[in-house]
């Protein structure tokens, strides 16, 4: 049966399983080309929300708004919108954007409008800062998400792929200018990723903040049998990028997940999650076949005791940072950035 807990410092009540809506949409108008249309994302939010899911997230990136267009169609036909929580996420400014002398206000505000218009929503419970613009003053970028909430567009705001120190930052000044905090982070983080527990997660601990990491099962592989492939894992170049280079070592925790898995007759899916879920508020869990959601439902089911998490655990060795936070490592190098606050900097 599902769980409930609220999220950080929010009043939002979630379902301890967060559905991830970056496999819904058109393929034709994104990345990502094992994406499904809209009939089958339909089928598999409707199998969520009878599980009890309640938290969906998405964001304006993923196939072009057309997955937070499907998502909004599905909700307004299968739930009534005050029992759902709903994300989405916006993207930095474009360098024509940057270039055009578009403020981060301006453009937090388009985002938001145009994200409301592809869910049919007055409002979303969770805006996400998809990822850090070096380029925008974190100032700008305070006062713009608050201007979202103080508009009554957004019930709370949450940040992804960022690092625990800019995390800290940007609370530090929404509190000394009464602007909303950020309640979430959405990072990497799984059993064969697991940087996240340096700094962030007591960050996390320490003020309460909610995490809600994506890629939970490391893009399917912590979902599989060592050598069992599936079209994603064959096109997805980006999961690839992610794992190829430390496969060799994750293969040993993959193997001990499927040997929990048979021997408590459960499947891979259900013992990387309830392994992530003693760690976590809500993973965040992509879903593109009706059986990936109904094993991520019965995570919340299964408990480990302390020397199975702990013979998952022992095998793991540092990474790499990959993906969104290898370039932002790169653009902080880069970019040598000045914290603006208006007529201070810090």
Not at 78 to 85: F, K, Q
Not at 288 to 313: F, I, M, N, Q
Request: aromatic residues 8%; charged residues 25%.
């Amino acid at each position: 049966m599902m769980q409930y807990t609220k999220l950080g410092n929010s009043e939002l009540q979630v379902s301890r399983i967060c559905m991830g809506c970056m496999g819904f949409g058109d393929a034709g108008n994104g990345q990502h080309s094992w994406t499904i249309d809209e009939e089958h994302s339909r089928e598999i939010i409707k199998r969520g929300l009878e599980l009890g899911i309640n938290f969906f997230d998405t964001a304006i990136g993923y196939q072009s708004g057309t997955s937070e267009q499907y998502l909004g169609r599905a909700l307004r036909d299968y739930a009534r919108r005050e029992d759902v929580v709903v994300a989405t996420k916006f993207l930095p400014r474009t360098q024509e954007d940057v270039e055009k002398g578009i403020t981060g206000q301006q453009h937090i505000e388009r985002m938001i409008d145009k994200s409301l218009e592809n869910l049919g929503m007055d409002h979303v419970d969770l805006y996400i800062y998809h990822m850090w613009d070096y380029q925008m003053p974190l100032y700008d970028i305070m006062e713009g998400l608050n201007r979202v909430v103080k508009a009554g567009k957004a019930r709370y705001i949450g940040i992804s792929n960022c690092f625990a120190w800019q995390l800290a930052k940007a609370n530090a000044l929404a509190e000394k200018e009464g602007f909303a905090k950020f309640v979430s982070v959405q990072g990497h983080y799984n059993l064969i990723f697991r940087e996240e527990e340096r700094e962030m997660a007591g960050l996390c601990a320490q003020d309460h903040i909610a995490m809600t990491p994506y890629s939970a099962l490391a893009g399917g592989r912590l979902s599989k049998q060592p050598g069992e492939t599936s079209k994603r894992l064959e096109e997805d170049s980006y999961g690839k990028f992610k794992y190829d280079a430390t496969a060799g070592q994750d293969g040993v925790i993959i193997s001990r997940v499927a040997e929990l898995a048979g021997q408590k007759g459960v499947s891979m899916t259900e013992i990387s999650l309830a392994w992530l879920l003693t760690k976590v508020t809500a993973p965040v869990v992509g879903a593109t076949k009706l059986h990936h959601v109904e094993g991520a439902a019965k995570a919340v089911d299964l408990t480990l005791s302390d020397g199975e998490l702990a013979y998952l655990e022992e095998p793991y060795v540092p990474h790499r940072l990959v993906g969104v936070m290898a370039q932002n490592t790169a653009a902080a190098a880069k970019e040598k950035h000045v914290w603006s606050t208006g007529n201070q900097k810090i």
